[in-house]
């Protein structure tokens, strides 16, 4: 099993208000990425880091920000919540070049906004 | 044009059949393909990679074919555990970098 962890596991929230979505992995990857699911739709990448103090915007735009201060931690927040925020939003990591096609991804957050 | 696309499905399979599905690419210049499966609420693991000449793991195999820019997951005596959602990648290159793009899944039911 991987060890990389999401909390929450789920949360209800109300809009405005602020939710850092928590991911933390064991392996010592550099590579860390946060995706977005809604229920029968494909993945899409919104935030990457290659390493500490490294990030990036995936493909999907994306309201939410993340830092990497150290490497195990990757967490990705949301200033003000809106029910267009409602997802799921899953963590993972790699280690090494994606060549290998091989993410770790955590049991995912899922968000719901009222 | 999706840079991906699966038909989603559901396929329903007899317990002890086979079950065969397609993933389309769009860009001719993709990589490195691979299968995940995805469980019902559930995170995406690793199935296996998609090699050239074709690959089996168990009763799972996979092609690619690149003049048609699609691959192909089979599964030869279905049983009960085996659905789940089966999610197509590809690796293409932008820009120096690597990036992975996911398929909507082929969702497959097995049926007792």
């Known amino acids: 099993e991987a060890d990389i962890y999401q909390t929450p596991r789920y949360l209800v929230i109300g809009t405005g208000k602020k939710i850092t979505l928590e991911c933390s992995q064991t392996?010592?990857?550099?590579?860390m990425y946060w995706y977005q699911q809604d229920p029968g739709m494909e993945l899409h990448l919104i935030h990457y880091s290659y390493g500490v103090n490294s990030t990036e915007k995936g493909d999907l735009s994306s309201e939410s920000t993340v830092s990497r201060i150290r490497t195990e931690h990757f967490p990705l927040t949301l200033e003000s919540a809106r029910p267009s925020h409602t997802s799921q939003y899953l963590c993972a990591s790699s280690p090494r070049a994606l060549g290998t096609g091989e993410l770790f991804f955590g049991e995912g957050s899922r968000l719901t906004v009222l | 044009r999706k840079e991906v696309e699966q038909d989603p499905g559901p396929f329903n399979v007899p317990e002890g059949a086979t079950v065969a599905f397609n993933c389309t690419y769009s860009n001719s210049a993709s990589q490195s393909f691979f299968w995940y499966r995805q469980d019902c609420r559930k995170e995406p693991k690793l199935l296996m990679s998609v090699y050239s000449s074709g690959n089996e793991d168990g009763r799972f195999t996979a092609q690619l074919n690149r003049a048609s820019q699609y691959i192909s997951l089979l599964i030869r005596d279905s049983k009960l555990s085996d659905s789940a959602t089966y999610l197509c990648v590809v690796i293409q290159r932008d820009y120096g970098n690597n990036r992975l793009a996911f398929g909507k899944g082929n969702q497959v039911v097995v049926i007792p």
């Open positions: 392996m010592g990857h550099d590579k």
